[in-house]
Every structure is written in C-alpha cells, then in structure tokens.
C-alpha cells in the first residue's frame, strides 16, 4: 500500500537525519514495536523511561511513511465532537476521554523539551467555525458541553468572528490549549532520544513472518530474528487486516503546502482553523510562515489529479483569506484512516496474549499515539488502563 503520492513538504526541512542499522542477528527482548512513525516513536520514546529492553523495527527509513505526510495538528477536539461521544458512551467516559487527549498534549509537550533536535512544536489556539446555519445549534451545544466539564473554550457569534478573522462563519469554538508540530523532526528526535536511552532501533528490517507461542513470540526478518515477550503494532494503516478492525475506514486526503508568506492579515494569532463540515478543511501555519491547508477526502480507490485537488484547496484558501495571496510550493496525497465512532484502536488483540495495537485513526493520530503509549505501557506492566474499554479492538 502507498501510503502517499507527490512532493512532501516536511523531509525538506530535514538534512543529515540519522540512520540507523538493519537488523542481521538473532535477538530477543521484553517488547517489540513493529513501525517507525509517530505512533512506534513515542512507545519508544515512553518505554525508554521504564527500562524494559525494547526493540523498535522499521521497514524503510524513522519517519517516512504517513507521519512524513502528517499536517502536524495537535488538538484536544476530535472528528466526533464531545456531544456525539456522550451519547455513544455516556457522560463519564466522553468526558474522561477528551481529558485524555487534553492531557496527551501536555505530555508531547513535555516530551518536546527533552528533545536535542529542533522539532518545532508550538502551543497554539485553534478556531473551529460552523460551515453553516445548520451547525449552529449543535456547534453551540459543544460548547456548553465543554465548558460544564472544565474545558478552556470561548463562544464566537459572526461578528466576533468577523473581528477575528478576514472570512465570516455563522458561529464558532476557540480554545487555547492546542498545539503544532513538525511531525517529521518530531518522529526522528523521538526515535533518536529513544535510541541514547537503551532502545535498540533497526532500519530496512521489514517482518516477513510470525510465529505466536505460549512462551514468546517469534519474528522472522530478512536477515535475523526477533524472541519477545510482547509485541505492538504501530504500522498503522497497514495493519488493518490483521487487527481486523471492522470499524475502521481509509480513505485519501489532500494537502498543500504554500511558498512561505510572511503577512497573513484577518488570521488571529496564526491559529489552527477547522470546521464542522465532514469532510473538512483544516488549516495551519509553519515556522517558515507557510500555510498548510488539507482536506477533500475522497475514496481510497478513487484518486483523482493531484495538481486539481491542490488547485481546488488553494481556491479555497484564497476565499477564506482574499488579502493572502498564496502559491502552490508541495501538494501531496495521502492515505487517511478514521472509525466509525471517531477513537482510535489501541489495546490488547482478542485473541493473543503479548499482541498489542496502537492504532491512533483520525484525524487526532498524533495525540491518539500520545495516550495509547499511555495505555499500552500500563497494560504491559500493570495489565490495566482505565481508558481500555473505550479504545479496545473488539467494540
């Protein structure tokens, strides 16, 4: 499966990123982590702090899959809004989940400043605005659903809106306690801080086959072979089959990247900006005063011209921002997962003891890895997490 088509943005903002070695031995270890982007990079990350001898694999190169095409939107809000999430689930665990995401975000941060390498994370506001009149009623539900529960977010009517921004929108949510990323710097200097703290990371080494026993599991590459007591799979849109996620959907997004634009007029504190519609645009600033502005999911079988996808997305840009005057730099294609019910699939395999899954589908991926390294390093040690009935496979 390819997981992106056209010119990337953020491996440019990258030179002389380390590598690391392919695996051509036998090894053992306590936990393995299959898949070298966002999500294996903070399990690694978060079990290096625990001294459990990890190994983490990758097939190609720290990064390069669908993290490298990630947009870097980190948000405590999620695809299905908190409102949804309470009628699906009750009160309680709605509630107790978006605090989860809320305090994903403050440990990424924190992570963040561990970190050598530049990786140019940055706490931002974020503007979710009603697409239209329809949205308004619910939009304002979320709200009230929001703050009853503690969250920091402000009400915005259409002139509020106005004042703010260069577009108008009927209605509208800001809150202050998001935040930005280079997903790729952030990924390599996750996997490199992981690396000068014990774990083991293999490059090229590519799972051809497995063998799961009682007394450990087995992993056959290439070129060695790999005796763990436990075993996660960050492989994320490639392990569909094998978790045998039902409820889970690909589809293909769109994204450009502008030249960098150092004025951007009507666009409050440079924030993260998204809306209600499904599928939605959602855009963000760089540190090089680039914009980034994605969205048109369509089917994952029906990829259409990439050069008119990205002309329809800076059509667009340009009615939201008429002074911003923006060119094409990078468009890309890629493939975007996300669940019927809006979580990410993280916890135990139904069937085997030792197999774990971190599965952060949606458009929250980034803080989902966050919180499922959370929740897959207390099932390791401790066998339990309070959030893993509501993030479980089988549900």
């Not at 390069?64 to 990630?70: I, L």
């Not at 403050?106 to 561990?114: P, S, V």
């Not at 993260?272 to 939605?280: F, H, K, N, S």
Request: proline share 3%; net charge negative.
């Amino acid at each position: 499966m390819k997981l992106h088509h056209g010119q990337l943005f953020w491996p440019t903002t990258v030179t002389n990123a380390r590598t690391f070695p392919e695996l051509t031995t036998a090894t053992t270890c306590d936990v393995l982590i299959i898949g070298g982007g966002m999500s294996g990079s903070i399990m690694a990350r978060m079990l290096a702090d625990y001294h459990l001898d990890t190994v983490l694999i990758e097939k190609r190169t720290i990064g390069s899959g669908s993290t490298s095409a990630n947009t870097g939107l980190l948000q405590f809000s999620n695809d299905a809004m908190l409102i949804d999430l309470i009628d699906r689930f009750g009160k309680e665990k709605a509630v107790y989940f978006y605090k989860l995401c809320l305090k994903a975000i403050d440990e990424l941060d924190k992570y963040n400043a561990t970190l050598k390498d530049k990786t140019s994370f940055k706490r931002k506001d974020s503007f979710y605005f009603a697409s239209d009149e329809h949205d308004i009623k619910k939009l304002k539900k979320e709200y009230e659903a929001l703050k009853e529960h503690g969250f920091n977010a402000d009400y915005l009517d259409r002139h509020a809106i106005e004042n703010l921004y260069s577009f108008t929108a009927p209605a509208g949510i800001y809150t202050k306690t998001e935040a930005e990323v280079n997903p790729y710097q952030f990924a390599l200097a996750l996997a490199s801080h992981a690396a000068d703290h014990g774990v083991s990371i293999f490059e090229h080494t590519e799972v051809l086959s497995h063998q799961f026993n009682k007394k450990d599991l087995i992993f056959q590459t290439e070129k060695g072979e790999i005796r763990t007591k436990h075993v996660i799979y960050a492989t994320g849109y490639g392990t569909q089959e094998f978790a045998k996620t039902k409820g889970a959907l690909l589809e293909r997004t769109y994204t450009i990247a502008t030249e960098p634009i150092h004025h951007l007029p009507g666009w409050h504190n440079r924030s993260l900006i998204w809306e209600t519609a499904r599928p939605y645009h959602y855009l963000r600033t760089t540190e090089d005063s680039r914009i980034l502005i994605g969205g048109l999911d369509t089917d994952l079988n029906n990829e259409e011209e990439l050069e008119q996808k990205g002309h329809q997305l800076l059509t667009k840009l340009h009615e939201l921002f008429p002074s911003i005057k923006a060119s094409i730099a990078y468009e890309w294609s890629a493939i975007f997962g996300s669940t019927k019910d809006g979580l990410p699939y993280i916890g135990k395999h139904p069937k085997y003891d030792g197999v774990y899954f971190m599965l952060g589908y949606g458009g929250n991926g980034t803080v989902y890895s966050m919180l499922g390294a959370e929740i897959l390093k207390d099932l390791i040690l401790y066998g339990h997490h309070p959030a893993m009935d509501i993030t479980k496979l089988k549900r």
